[in-house]
């Protein structure tokens, strides 16, 4: 299965390096390894043929949750744009590592997320697909942390 996560940013390239590399996402081997390299491929493999010259085009970088083993790429199709490909065979897994990646994007007042810090806004559902189809397994809506903040202020 994969999921596809679409954001808004103004985060820059060395800000985004170090993003990932604070939420260990980082594969353990360099960008240019060859196992790398296949892993990439194999998510390039799964992007739609329409899609797949610009995601090729403004691919910026490989990346692997470790806790999950789920591998995704990060590709840039415009200056204010990010999108973000997640695979993993095992769908809890890859929910796992969206979740994860989320909430690291979202984080309220840290150096890369929250109102003081960079902004990812997400600009649609995120879009699980089944192996093999372009058809979505489901979608998902990202929630604001601060509804689930504000209700447990309340004592809810």
């Known amino acids: ?7 808004e940013s103004n985060i820059d390239v060395d800000s985004l390096d170090a993003f990932l590399s604070a939420k260990n996402l980082w594969p353990a081997l360099p960008q240019d390894h060859p196992e790398v390299l296949k892993k990439r491929q194999e998510l390039l493999d799964t992007v739609a043929p329409e899609d797949r010259p610009l995601v090729e085009n403004t691919l910026l970088y490989t990346i692997y949750h470790e806790g999950t ?3 995704g790429i990060i590709n840039r199709p415009n200056k204010h744009s990010i999108t973000f490909r997640l695979k993993n065979p095992v769908a809890i897994k890859l929910q796992s590592a969206c979740q994860k990646l989320v909430c690291d994007l979202q984080a309220p007042g840290g150096k890369y997320g929250g109102e003081a810090g960079l902004q990812f806004t997400f600009t649609a559902p995120i879009a699980v697909l089944e192996p093999g189809k372009d058809e979505h397994a489901y979608l998902g809506e990202v929630m604001p942390q601060q509804r689930l903040q504000k209700l447990s202020e309340k004592g809810l």
Request: glycine share 0%; hydrophobic share 50%.
């Open 1 to 7: 299965m994969r999921a596809i996560i679409r954001s």
């Open 69 to 71: 083993k789920t591998w």
